[in-house]
Each structure stands twice: as structure tokens, then as C-alpha cells.
């Protein structure tokens, strides 16, 4: 499974930004689908996922903000970031999760800058 991830850039406190990722490949594994981050020095955090049952999780700090949303035929995720924060600023982390065997997949990353 390859995925891409697309739609980051710099955005003033506030906006909006959407993020996109493709997965391509045996796109019929994947289990679970959705977003992580990460700044420098810290850890990779879960910020939206479709789990393996299609329920939604969020970190409890986009909750209200950020809505995760899909094509599952076409195994694209999307996210879409509105009033963002300059925590918010990190390298967002596309994911993909396999059950049979136990395999996480990840995008590039793509950059999110939020300006205060």
C-alpha cells in the first residue's frame, strides 16, 4: 500500500486548510484509515481516524474543528482543518493500518504552517 498526502501550505490563525491522501496498491487490506502529526522532537499523535469498525476518533484538541471525511471505493481520506491554531502547526502524517499481519503504512507528510 502507497499513500499520498496532499493540501498542506501556511495559513493565518483561523483559516482553513484540507488535507488529501490516496492510497493505491492492495488498497483492500487496509483496515483503518486517517491522519497523524508531529513536530519536531515530539511524538507522532493520532489526529482523526476511521477505525477498523468505520467509527471516527479525533485528538481531543481538533474536536469541533477538524472533520475527517472519505471515499472509501477510491481508499482517499480527507481532512479538513478549519479555525486552526498555531499548535496546530506540525507534519501531517497520512495512515493506513492492515489486521493480517499487523502493518501501519504511512504517507510523506505534508507540512502545516499556521501563522499567529
Known amino acids: 500500500v502507497q499513500l499520498q498526502a496532499s493540501g498542506g501550505g501556511l495559513v493565518q490563525a483561523g483559516g482553513s486548510l484540507t488535507l488529501s491522501c490516496a492510497a493505491s496498491?492492495?488498497?483492500?487490506?487496509?483496515?483503518?484509515m486517517g491522519w497523524f502529526r508531529q513536530v519536531p522532537g515530539g511524538p507522532r499523535e493520532l489526529v482523526a481516524t476511521f477505525t477498523r469498525n468505520d467509527q471516527v476518533d479525533y485528538v481531543h484538541s481538533v474536536k469541533g474543528r477538524f472533520a475527517i471525511s472519505r471515499n472509501k471505493p477510491e481508499a482517499t481520506v480527507y481532512l479538513q482543518m478549519n479555525n486552526l491554531k498555531p499548535e496546530d502547526t506540525a507534519m501531517y502524517y497520512c495512515?493506513?493500518?492492515?489486521?493480517?499481519?499487523?502493518?501501519?503504512?504511512w504517507g510523506q507528510g505534508t507540512q502545516v504552517t499556521v501563522s499567529s
Open positions: 496498491g492492495t488498497t483492500s487490506v487496509i483496515a483503518a
Open positions: 495512515h493506513a493500518f492492515d489486521w493480517t499481519p499487523p502493518l501501519d503504512y
